[in-house]
């Protein structure tokens, strides 16, 4: 691992470890980001103190970096930030000052606007499945839960707190053994919906700390213990990552990071993504632990 610093005194800091062999570091640039990194408009009179810095020894400058803050949207402002970037390297360049390798384009940076690559990219959501792109990223993230219990209800019977949900008519509910505590969004209370067996199984009502109820009215493949599929594939339907992310008013990365730590992770090592879900939630089917 290489550290970003964001300024000079987290440069000295780094210089200062006792190692024997200097610390490799990248140095960001702020170019519009604007919450941390040494000003692009100001590089002449910080490029003295780093060129010293380095001179010194105890830090190796091994990037120069900044951040794209609009890739993903129309507008001018990616090219901008670049050319600023541009600037601040040019003044670095001639104070005798190596910039090393040269980066600034996250996922939608790398995808949408050519001529920003520079030396190294660095993907993010893209790397997991998120962003509407071209080409479009692998689906690697799923979410999966199990059915806890089926009960049949009357029409009248309301469903979860606040009793927002009420049955129209005669129906069939499932519980599901995931909620809040685990991530599942709040905003996804009536809203949202599972595929079991894949079929969809529209959210009754608000979800729970540690459950939601879906409605599987009409269908008598659905049993306890049973896997649902709250992001993901199943069948040839799926739940994507960018409808979840509408449906709670906010981005992909705050759906994935939002994933608690009740949920267990496995890892796979994917080949045909779609093929080895599938694979995933066939062995997950026989996996009936306590039910």
């Not at 479009?136 to 309301?158: F, Q």
């Amino acid at each position: 691992l290489e550290p970003a610093v964001p300024g000079l005194e987290a440069l000295r800091a780094c210089a200062a470890h006792t190692g024997t062999e200097p610390l490799s570091v990248h140095l960001e640039v702020d170019t519009g980001m604007g919450r941390w990194g040494l000003r692009w408009d100001q590089a002449a009179e910080w490029v003295p103190e780093l060129a010293a810095v380095l001179e010194a020894g105890g830090a190796r400058l091994t990037g120069t970096m900044s951040h794209f803050h609009s890739a993903d949207r129309p507008g001018d402002a990616t090219e901008t930030q670049w050319v600023r970037l541009g600037e601040a390297l040019r003044v670095m360049r001639a104070a005798g000052v190596d910039p090393g390798l040269v980066h600034a384009a996250n996922s939608a940076g790398a995808l949408l606007h050519a001529g920003v690559e520079a030396d190294l990219v660095r993907p993010g959501i893209y790397l997991y499945g998120g962003g509407a792109w071209e080409p479009a990223a692998s689906r690697v993230v799923s979410v999966r839960a199990r059915v806890l219990a089926v009960r049949d209800v009357a029409a009248g019977t309301t469903v979860s707190y606040g009793a927002t949900w009420t049955a129209p008519r005669a129906a069939r509910l499932a519980t599901l053994g995931i909620g809040y505590g685990d991530g599942l969004r709040r905003e996804l209370s009536n809203t949202g919906r599972a595929l079991i067996h894949g079929v969809e199984a529209p959210f009754r009502g608000v979800v729970c700390m540690d459950t939601v109820v879906v409605d599987v009215t009409g269908r008598n493949d659905v049993r306890p213990g049973d896997v649902a599929t709250i992001l993901g594939k199943d069948g040839g339907a799926r739940i994507g990552l960018e409808e979840m992310a509408r449906q709670c008013g906010t981005i992909d990365y705050e759906i994935l990071t939002g994933l608690g730590p009740r949920l267990a992770r496995v890892e796979l090592d994917y080949g045909d993504a779609d093929a080895d879900e599938d694979l995933v939630l066939a062995a997950l089917e026989t996996i009936r632990d306590g039910f």
